[in-house]
């Protein structure tokens, strides 16, 4: 984060907020600085959409005060022209290129003519979408009109960006130039909050991270400091077996590891680290199981994310 540049351009604090009997938000609090990248985490269902349209001035809550650049968004219009927004559904036209689309948005946040070319060269540079200029905006990938989104998003020069879920099925290639963009936005001052399950990008560009869980903030911080208090010197030893019929399953699961859905592979948590990973595999090839590799890294942020959302942690205990 630039340190010049540490004030907050968001304050929420205390927020309340109930639909019906349901109580969505209870006591949320935080700051986004200027310059700075805030990932606000959780599982559907834990308050994060209610947040956010408090924070945008689309919803008043119960009960607590937001502040945009100093300003109520719900009954300012000056503080709403602060905030560009980056919906998870794309607010864009099909039939325009993707340069009519953001001279439309341009005029539409009130830019006065002579500004409209060069916001859009500007949006355009930010997202590295300059290539795309005259094409269809029907015609685009995915991932093109996910960086399309966030260019209308920055044509006004907002001070805080909200993106929510900004990299939700795109590639690879458009997922690094999304994270590209952010970076330069942040450089040049822009706090950024930004909304999302993509753990590792969280984990890679969030100066700082929010956990909501059942409607309450319950763990907030730099994410190498939470990793770090969370888990110490463990590290996480990861088994990728050719073979894991469920007779050999239960040797599995007796050394310890547990199966990784999105993998496939076993992995356990260990302060052995490069030690224990050497006994494990050859326990398991003594127990007739093939090997294919067997990893150790530390920790991430999807580990503490799992370890805050699926227990009962202190923090959360505190927070209820």
Known sequence: MNPGLSGPILTADALRHAFGPRQVLCGVSLEVRLGEIYALLGPNGSGKTTLVR????????????VRLDGRDPSTDGAARAALGLAPQALALYPQLTVAENLETFARLAGLRRRDVGPAVAHAMAVTQTEERAKTLVRHLSGGYQRRVNIAAAILAGPKLLVLDEPTVGVDLTARDAITEALRRLRADGVGILLVTH?????????????????????????PADLIAAAFGDQMEVEVDVGDARPELAAKLAAEGLTRQPASGAWSRLTPGGYGLAGEVAERLKAHGIEVREVRVRRPSLAHLFARVVESETPEAQAAA
Do not use: F, Y
């Not at 408090?54 to 005060?65: E, F, H, N, Q, W």
């Open 54 to 65: 408090a924070i945008c001035g689309r919803l008043k809550p119960d009960d607590g005060v």
């Open 198 to 222: 993509d753990l590792e990008q969280a984990g890679d560009l969030a100066d700082r991270i929010g956990i909501l869980r059942g409607g309450r903030k319950v763990l907030e911080g730099a």
